[in-house]
């Protein structure tokens, strides 16, 4: 779930199982088929953690994907 853009920064709220590890991923043209880049790993430790990105990418698409 992402909250408004401030210029190039944008705020997510991350939805994961407590305990394991995650990587958000993003790419610009969801409907293409070039890969995924990792935008940061982390430990989920709530339910649900925000997270600051920034991107100058007016449309960007993101996933979390558990380890």
């Not at 935008?39 to 990105?53: E, G, I, K, R």
């Amino acid at each position: 779930r992402g909250a408004p853009a401030s210029g190039s920064s944008r705020t997510l709220t991350l939805y994961g199982k407590v305990g394991l590890n995650h990587e958000l991923q993003y790419n610009t043209n969801v409907l293409s088929t070039a890969s995924w880049w990792s935008v940061m790993s982390y430990l989920q430790t709530n339910t649900a953690q925000q997270v600051v990105v920034t991107s100058s990418s007016p449309v960007i698409f993101y996933r979390l994907v558990a380890h």
